[in-house]
DNA sequence: GGCGATATCCCTGAAATCAGCCATTTTTAA
DNA sequence: TTAAAAATGGCTGATTTCAGGGATATCGCC
């Protein structure tokens, strides 16, 4: 018997992955968390083989969850659920210690093989997502790049259409650190402008 | 007996409604569609009592296809599910046509009720977003501005970080007109900065 | 056909951002 | 404990955006 976890703040989908698993003898549901805190402490009590986890959880990004389970714990097999579609968070997922990555839009029969995958040591990606990550888009980041605490602090003052100055006076600390703060996540995001910086942390649900 | 269609892209979501709905004798779900286009048509089709509409479709904006909807039919009542939170988003939906709203992570009783709700000829609103409605947040918009097709084009590439400039080379129109466009987007979201726009723009899923 | 909304174009000056460099101190993690 | 990462601070000059005014043309819908 397969021990599977789930950890999704929708109840409505909750409902239908419980559906789909039960038409599987081998799987059993020996969990249902709505967040993430009460995900990650299920995982280190119940000891799952498998945990389907919705990437957009209220409480804890999904990446950083991912990352914490992998601390502890590197046998549990973590199936990503999300709806992003963008091949960075994809990638940076899948980099975290997930062993697979199924899109919301997908069908359960996916879900299923995802989990027989990771059972069996492999990667599984649904079709979506393999076709993303194989097309090479130019002027695309490959990952999603790393972000400081205070560069995320700067970002979400940016995105709220603040100044240097004003950032500066608000955070008590000089216009010119903060001016390398904004080179830094411009360099990082591989783009010209802040305005680019905020387009894309916001669609990859970094803000 | 109450006819209900569903519009999801989500096999998973669309298997937990369909449970739901099951579970009440005096509903039957009249059809199950995946895309705005198919749903539109189905609601023309099949004269359903009721629509429980998922707001992020792949191929029509939620709220358009609201519009779409009443611009034929008065009676319909149409439920919007959506996972978003923010204010303006709920204000645009509801004044879109939209006889209630649900956020994806209330649980299945909600709907129901909005279902009733709606058949009694009363706007229900799941609790959270019945929260989110009453308390007014200041420095916020109260709905989603009005965006012409040249300002959504112009947002587009302001945010994929091109300059005055280069927008008005690439639509061959003078540098003017495109600052004539940012002035008046950022007038409408009530702003001060491109930046600002975009990141409200992206998240309100105007992008 | 006409009205309203949309798109177009123009000017000036102040303010802010960006690109290009660099250096020091403080945290954090191995 | 020590090396790497992060945060801090600095300068100059060119470029770009923003705020404040306008005006005219064109499109779509009733």
């Known amino acids: 018997m397969i021990k599977v976890i789930l950890i999704d703040d929708h109840p409505?989908?909750?409902?239908?992955l419980k559906n789909l698993l039960a038409t599987r003898e081998e799987l059993t549901v020996a969990g249902c968390f709505s967040n993430g805190a009460a995900g990650l402490e299920a995982i280190q009590t119940l000891q799952p083989d498998v945990v389907l986890l919705d990437i957009n959880l209220p409480d804890i990004n999904g990446i950083d969850l991912c990352k914490q389970v992998r601390k502890n714990d590197k046998d549990v097999r973590i199936i990503a659920l999300s709806v992003h579609n963008e091949r960075p968070v994809i990638k940076n997922i899948l980099n975290s210690g997930a062993n697979?990555?199924?899109?919301k839009n997908s069908v359960?029969?996916?879900i299923i093989m995802a989990i027989n995958s990771a059972l069996k040591g492999d990667t599984y990606l649904c079709n979506?997502?393999?076709?993303?990550l194989s097309q090479i888009q130019e002027g695309e980041l490959t990952d999603i790049p790393k972000i400081t605490r205070r560069e995320k602090e700067i970002m979400g003052l940016v995105s709220?259409?603040?100044?240097?100055?004003?950032?500066?006076?608000q955070?008590?600390?000089?216009?010119?650190?903060?001016?390398?703060h904004r080179k830094n996540l411009i360099e990082k995001f591989d783009?010209?402008?802040?305005?680019?910086v905020i387009k894309l942390a916001t669609q990859y649900g970094l803000l």
């Open 12 to 16: 409505i989908v909750m409902e239908g």
């Open 100 to 103: 697979g990555y199924v899109l």
């Open 108 to 110: 359960g029969e996916e």
């Open 128 to 132: 979506a997502a393999r076709e993303i």
């Open 160 to 169: 709220k259409g603040l100044t240097t100055a004003q950032i500066a006076e």
């Open 171 to 180: 955070l008590f600390i000089s216009t010119h650190t903060v001016e390398s």
């Open 191 to 196: 783009v010209t402008t802040m305005t680019a």
